[in-house]
């Protein structure tokens, strides 16, 4: 398995204070940094909350740093752990050379083992360890499967949005990869599948392509590739001492020049946090829409609850179950409004031909985009079709 672009066997380097243990996982995939052409991007493109920002405006009244990584406010007791890039881990075994992301549970890092003289990704989680870590039960039940699935090759590199900002820019894929990256995708849902493991936050931002392998470079090769780290001092506002769980310094992730060899490569799915399953069937068809059309089904960007269920409402393939029918006529009757008439049929032909954007797919195509879209995109979980079904679909075979 591989994370960022460095082909190793990972770990999850914990940072619980009462001891430090090692543990043999088959990755840390919860970067929400991913590399990109010429700067990095947040992949997980999600909009603040109200507490997201009070907590950002809260890290910026209190501490300064010039770097722009993970929140300063997730250092704490039980969060983050605070490091430095000198720091040398498991009695000095692990060295580590540069930064390669963050996210919810870990920073992650990409260093040297000193024993096998391999570079390896490493991943220093926090040490809270309740349900909020969901992130460790699915990846301890993926490393306990062993399985000779055409998916298990596809569960790192740039993202396919940052990618798509970079080589395309009407901002859709070519109907081809676009196709070639939902059949990858299917395959590791597939897979996860299978063993009753679900996702729980597919999106584009998290298929990300490989890259070449780093894996036995040298320590100053490696830092050919990506660039020496960048760090930047935290101070605190008021010219006061930092506190116990705050680092001196961050380090900016790594970045990697994405071009368009990486296209041919294969795409992998990162960032789980959720063991059922079946919620990443509608998240499924929701991603097929975009990679085909360029953008999701629905809207996000200054949405109400009440409008985003009424397009749902609208693109879904089956009706609201009946134990949400009380609770929709309540949000309903506090703003009244019609439907805008759209099918999910409508809607995809009018964005995929606009006459503005690249346009390489049939009406057939499109056609059979809905179809096999309408097959997920349903309310009652069991009713979806299983990415097994989907991968079988014509559409799909030999592609």
């Not at 990972?10 to 940094?33: A, D, E, H, M, Q």
Request: charged share 25%; aromatic share 10%.
């Amino acid at each position: 398995m591989s994370i960022h672009g460095i082909s190793a066997h990972p770990f999850v380097y914990s940072s619980s204070r009462s001891g430090n243990t090692c543990k043999n996982i088959l990755g840390v995939y919860s970067s929400r940094r991913l590399f990109s052409s010429t700067l990095l991007v947040d992949s997980s493109r999600r909009l603040f909350s109200f507490t997201s920002v009070r907590r950002y405006q809260k890290d910026h009244l209190v501490h300064t740093c010039d770097v722009d990584t993970e929140p300063l406010h997730r250092y704490r007791s039980g969060g983050y752990h605070p490091t430095r890039l000198e720091d040398v881990l498991k009695y000095g075994r692990y060295k580590r050379l540069h930064k390669l992301g963050w996210g919810g549970y870990s920073t992650v890092w990409a260093a040297r083992d000193q024993r096998c003289r391999l570079l390896l990704p490493l991943g220093i989680s926090i040490s809270e360890r309740g349900e909020r870590n969901r992130e460790f039960k699915v990846l301890n039940a993926i490393a306990a499967v062993r399985s000779e699935h055409p998916g298990a090759r596809h569960l790192l590199g740039p993202s396919v949005p940052s990618l798509l900002d970079v080589r395309f820019h009407d901002e859709r894929l070519p109907g081809k990869l676009a196709k070639t990256i939902a059949k990858q995708a299917l395959l590791g849902v597939d897979y996860l599948h299978q063993h009753k493991i679900g996702h729980g936050d597919l999106h584009t931002c998290n298929l990300t392509f490989t890259i070449p392998s780093l894996y036995y470079l040298s320590e100053e090769e490696f830092l050919q590739e990506l660039g020496k780290p960048e760090i930047g001092l935290i101070k605190k506002n008021d010219g006061g001492s930092l506190e116990p769980d705050m680092p001196k310094y961050l380090v900016r992730p790594a970045s990697y020049l994405a071009d368009s060899s990486l296209l041919s490569h294969p795409i992998k799915i990162i960032d789980f946090g959720e063991l059922d399953y079946r919620v990443d069937l509608w998240s499924m068809g929701c991603m097929l829409v975009e990679l085909v059309v360029g953008q999701p089904p629905f809207d996000s960007f200054m949405i109400t609850p009440i409008v985003l269920v009424r397009q749902i409402l609208e693109q879904a393939s089956d009706g609201l179950p009946e134990r949400w029918q009380q609770k929709w006529r309540e949000m309903g009757s506090t703003s009244p409004g019609e439907m805008s008439g759209y099918t999910l049929q409508g809607w995809l032909e009018e964005m995929y031909f606009d006459e503005e954007r690249n346009e390489d797919l049939s009406r057939e195509d499109i056609s059979k985009v809905g179809e096999l879209v309408r097959r997920m995109l349903r309310f009652e979980p069991s009713n979806r079709a299983s990415a097994s079904e989907i991968l079988r679909d014509p559409w799909f075979k030999g592609k």
